[in-house]
């Protein structure tokens, strides 16, 4: 295709240890991708911080490092939108100065101060207001009242507290915006209202006045300082558009954002983006409700700590031949690995896992549990324990499912599967046949980058609506549909794991 007439779109995606951009044709095609990683400072106490500077220092090289690859002139690009970390607190001064190392999301030093907040306002509340079930140390509200306790001196000179994103667009404009998905989790923000919540100010002792500009997102704030421009080596015409947290903007890369389908993501964790038309408030569910970053809605954020890092922990500790294969060959040793689990018929004749190796993630949320394999014998091979892994990891999706459309009376009708887990054939085909859903592999693997250019189409005009950016750059690639013969084993084994995990519960007590 000539893309000579074309204009670009550029999508950040501002990571936990990296930063990734991608470059985006009006005709919907992805022309180039870049990336760099970078470290966290952990320190004692369960701190973790980060120089804020670096996010904008990776962002620039990054960036730079896009428009070369792909030769397209910095002129043709028309917007640049994010996708975002959330909950990592920024607190800068005048002139948007950080007055202290980022307090990034995996931090949990402000433990104490989740207590207190929770005895002051009680969970119903919160739950009501902001959709988080749970007070926990990572949000942001908690970070500022133990600023307020601990470091009154930064406290007291604090122009504006931001997140990850509000920085990166405060660098690319000079001024101070955010958008609803991102602040979803702060503890601060009314996810009904789609405004700052007054009495949680209050209580943390700051004003609206400290907090950035609440925008939809998809909304074109400006185009970008000459500043910016030089460091960046972007074009000053390019329109700078507000982002979304990064679930709601890998929903958006795969065609997520009507009640009914569900994203799925498995790296290291997993993680699952459910649409829904209308907050919950419903303590129960222990799930966090947050608004979606296009059409109105909100999304329930099911997860597990362990998913792709179990397989990962297996080929690492018993698999040295494969990865020597591996290095000789070219060959993924994941795909050694899952190639090996094919030949072993589904029930793993036998063989089954409890893939809590860091805890039980939802819908137990039970952080004792520890992992188990059940049903060893001496004939099992690697292939067994690899393809029980992959069923255990699918049952836990398969029972998130189950107790989201049981507790909100909501069907999912396919799952869309993204993340580095979606590239096994074998995995997709599990998750079909255990949820007894369609799953849909995505032809692009970098949907939260994807995500957030297709927010700069639409904040840049470039694409009409949703729809029209949807048909020109969301493709999938293969469905798996569930086969009947394999769903009627996986039930079998799908009750056999609630019942090992129900059998097991006293042991961690």
């Known amino acids: 295709m000539d893309y000579s007439n074309s204009s670009y779109l550029i999508g950040l995606d501002l990571g936990t240890t990296s930063i990734k951009a991608l470059l985006l044709s009006s005709y919907g095609e992805v022309i180039a991708t870049s990336g760099e990683e970078y470290a966290l400072d952990y320190g004692q106490g369960e701190t973790c911080e980060v120089e804020a500077e670096i996010y904008w220092e990776v962002s620039c090289r990054v960036l730079r490092s896009l428009m070369v690859k792909s030769g397209v002139k910095t002129s043709q690009v028309r917007g640049i ?132 500009e609440l925008l939809p997102s998809g909304t074109r704030i400006q185009n970008i300082t000459p500043e910016a421009a030089a460091a960046t080596g972007l074009d000053i015409n390019i329109s700078v558009v507000t982002g979304s947290y990064d679930h709601p903007a890998g929903a958006i890369g795969a065609g997520n954002i009507v009640p009914g389908i569900t994203t799925l993501t498995i790296g290291a964790s997993m ?51 494969e990865s020597e294969i591996s290095a000789k060959t070219g060959t993924d040793v994941y795909d050694l690995l899952t190639e090996s689990a094919s030949k072993i018929q589904p029930g793993a004749e036998g063989l089954l896992v409890l893939p809590h190796f860091m805890g039980a993630g939802s819908p137990y949320f039970n952080q004792k549990v520890r992992g188990v394999f059940a049903g060893i014998t001496v004939g099992m091979t690697k292939g067994h324990f690899v393809r029980a892994i992959l069923e255990a990891v699918a ?88 086969e009947s013969e394999s769903t009627k084993v996986y039930q079998r084994i799908y009750r056999n794991y609630k019942d090992l995990y129900n059998k097991m519960e006293d042991y961690w007590k």
């Open 81 to 212: 939108s994010f996708s975002s970390q959330g909950e990592t607190i920024i607190a800068v001064g005048e002139g948007g100065k950080p007055l202290r190392k980022a307090i990034v999301w995996l931090d949990n030093r402000s433990e104490a101060e989740a207590e207190e907040i929770e005895r002051k306002f009680g969970n119903q509340i919160i739950m009501n207001i902001t959709g988080q079930p749970e007070i926990l140390p990572i949000w942001p509200a908690t970070r500022i009242l133990w600023l307020k306790k601990n470091e009154p001196g930064i406290y007291g000179k604090v122009k504006k507290y931001l997140l990850v994103e509000d920085y990166i667009i405060y660098r690319m404009t000079g001024n101070y915006f955010t958008e609803h998905s991102l602040v979803s989790s702060t503890l601060y923000f009314d996810i009904r209202k789609k405004e700052w919540w007054k009495q949680m100010l209050d209580f943390l002792g700051i004003s609206a006045e400290q907090l950035p």
């Open 271 to 321: 993680a699952m983006c459910v649409t829904i038309d209308k907050p919950i408030n419903d303590l129960s569910s222990r799930l966090s409700c947050q608004c979606h970053a296009l059409g109105g809605g909100y999304f329930l954020l099911p997860y597990a700590q362990t998913a792709g890092l179990l397989l990962k922990w297996f080929k690492d500790s018993f698999c040295q031949r």
């Open 395 to 482: 049952s836990v999706v398969a029972h998130n499912i189950e107790s989201v459309q049981k507790s909100r009376n909501i069907r999912i009708s396919e799952i869309r599967f993204l993340g580095g887990g979606s590239k096994s054939p074998l995995w997709c085909q599990i998750i079909a046949d255990m949820a007894d859903i369609p799953v849909l592999k995505m032809s692009q693997n970098e949907n939260a980058s994807l995500g957030a250019a297709i927010l700069a189409g639409l904040g840049s005009d470039i694409f009409q609506d949703f729809n029209e950016a949807a048909e020109m750059c969301i493709k999938v690639e293969k469905r798996f549909l569930p």
